[in-house]
């Protein structure tokens, strides 16, 4: 018989040696996460005011109505602004503490799309009249894009802006039930204004396709509805998700609002009805960009929460056959367990990076739009919409992965990760539904391939960097790379692969598309924005920003993260001949996967150290098989007492329901005795 050991004693202890055994060095690697010591510590001076505060506790989330999460999520935002006033934030800490509370609430809209949109798209005399109070949440504003009866297909929304010429206004209009306003956040009950998406329709009935409208929805003496508004929140989300925000409906009845109230940067209406052309047909989609390219980013730090939760419980929860020293085994040290959670690290070390540097690009897309340059903006749109549609995959997938992975103590709400997959999982369709991201980001490779197969001098200068990989195709000397076992471990040849893929994929849609295969849309979409990723990654390899122990386990990272990407496209590299299938009967791909299972068995020691760099404190993460000391059963148990249930010994339902439900099986049981 085995001796006997105290499971709950040893979790500290084997947290303890985990740390013990990283070889990194943590605090290198959370600077380099953070891009930079100073941006941590503006972190953990917004975060130390936020988390010892009582409006920001967290303990009664659970059992909480959908009304009492929104009026606390309302109390949240008041508060934030408040200390905003009190320690002088400037709106980068400001963004930053609602980032850091990581729950969706009715202040996001105002944040991501309202106020960017209305800043970048508006007029000088719109901006003047309103800037500062948008700015100072004087008043609070929603993006109105999205209809009961259309969602991604922004060219097919119904509802309209009538010109009209002798009043100078405009004639905000939902002709239909489906035009109506839908899953609006902060629409509900919350928003003074909004930007409205809608049809321009000229005096003479022409319509002008999609256009943005500045429309005040309440009043700012009591907060009702203005006449011809009918507006309210659409009910309760899947699973519970998003309980604090008033996702909301609303529909126009011929509502006028003055000719300055379309966001006319771009595009303009003369006070006599003549009407000037934006210099890029999809300008007005600058808000839905914005929120794509932030969404990466975000994603990346969502899944650095999903690997530090499952990493840590995976660390201390033992699970197996006895061994000699007389404990089961670390969960963590499962094959069947690390290789799903592994990758999830990787996954968000590329994405915080990738989408870094995404930000700094739009940023300087956004600066040429401002002065009217729009040549970077179909490039940008593309790489956005890719890249939205795989982060956004890719997270929900991991969410739920980690969430298997801690067994059914996992399915507890006091895990975290149920409540977190709530949450995000709306982000797969939200900002354009991925399958429809899917058709864009294919038409743009398709329009690029055409594009240099009809110069008369094909040359790689002619491609943008979201179709660079198309070269490969286009030069008569390239061939796919040899794949030799030391192949796997040279980044370049890894990157030649995916772009091989890509490159292959687009032009088989090319020949075929007149008939394509019925998912060869989104295989050429995972395939485009995977090159692209894969190219971005070689290149953080390649300037490796850190050294030594830590250098080596981030690399490792990436290195994981180009060969799993390899491993899930096996069925486009095998069918375009790029891996070419073994003809003796042996695994072709023996290879490829061996070369994992190296990286894994180097990257193991560093787990806690790799996941311990994202920086999260216990009351970010709010999950009792996440802490920091390992001591999750006893966290669980904690967490255990606090359900309202416990706090009588006898429910109340016990004289209406159990009492009868046991008298009345005791009588029949009586009654079968005699």
Known sequence: MAPHHDAND????????????????????????????????????????????????????????????????????????????EHGWNAEEEAKAFFYLEEGLPIGLHQTAFEPVVNSQGSPELL??????????????????????????????????????????????????????????????????????AKLIMPDGKDMGPHLFFVQLRSLNDHKLLPGIVAGDIGPKAMGGYGSVDNGFARFDHVRIPREQMLSKFAQITPDGKYTKPPHAKISYGGMMYIRQSLVTAGGWLM?????????????????????????????????????????????????????????????VSKRLAAGDTSQLAEMHAITSGLKALVTRTQVLDLETAR???GGHGYSGYAGLGRLYAEYVPSVTYEGDNFVLDLQVARSALKSYKGIRSSKNPTPSLLSPSSNYLRHIFDPHATPPELTDAAWSDPETLVAILEW??????????????????????????????????????????????????????????MLYLLTTIEASLAD????????????????????????????????????GLTDAFGFSDWELDSALGVYDGKVYEALWNKAQTEPLNAQEVTDAYTKSIRPILERGQALAAKAKM
């Open 404 to 406: 298997r992975s801690m």
């Open 10 to 85: 040893r979790t500290a202890k084997d947290m303890l040696a985990a740390r013990e055994r990283t070889a990194m060095d943590v605090v290198a690697v959370r600077d380099f996460l953070y891009n930079g010591r100073v941006q941590w510590e503006k972190k953990q001076a917004v975060l130390d005011i936020l988390s010892n505060d009582p409006t920001f506790n967290k303990e009664q989330n659970l059992y909480m109505t959908r009304t009492q999460r929104y009026e606390r999520g309302l109390r949240m935002i008041h508060r934030v602004l408040q200390f905003k006033d």
């Open 501 to 558: 893929r890509a490159a292959l994929l687009v032009q088989d849609l090319a020949t075929n598309v007149a008939q394509p295969d019925a998912n060869v849309h989104h295989r050429v979409s995972v395939a485009v924005a995977e090159a692209f990723m894969g190219a971005q990654v070689a290149g953080f390899i390649r300037d490796s920003k850190l050294s030594g122990e830590s250098g080596k386990a981030v690399n490792n990272l990436y």
């Open 128 to 197: 003047a009249k309103y800037g500062k109070l948008i700015a100072n949440r004087g008043i609070f504003g929603c993006y109105l894009q999205t209809e009961l009866g259309h969602g991604s297909g922004v060219a097919r929304l119904e509802t309209t802006a009538t010109y009209i010429p002798a009043t100078q206004e405009f004639e905000i209009h939902s002709p239909t039930l489906t035009s109506s306003k839908w899953w609006i956040g902060a629409l509900g009950k919350t928003a003074t204004h909004g930007v409205v998406q």
């Open 573 to 608: 590299t095998l069918s375009f001949g790029i891996l070419r299938p073994s003809r003796n009967g042996r695994d072709a791909t023996r290879g490829l996967r061996l070369a994992i299972l190296k990286l894994y068995e180097e990257l193991l020691p560093n787990a806690i």
């Open 304 to 364: 650095g929460k999903a690997a530090t939760i499952s990493i840590r419980y995976a660390t201390v929860r033992r699970q197996g056959e006895y061994g000699k020293d007389g404990m089961e085994p670390q969960a963590i040290t499962h094959p069947s367990l690390f290789s799903r959670l592994l990758p999830i690290i990787a996954h968000a070390y590329v994405f915080i990076e990738v989408g870094r540097n995404l930000t700094v690009a739009f940023q300087a």
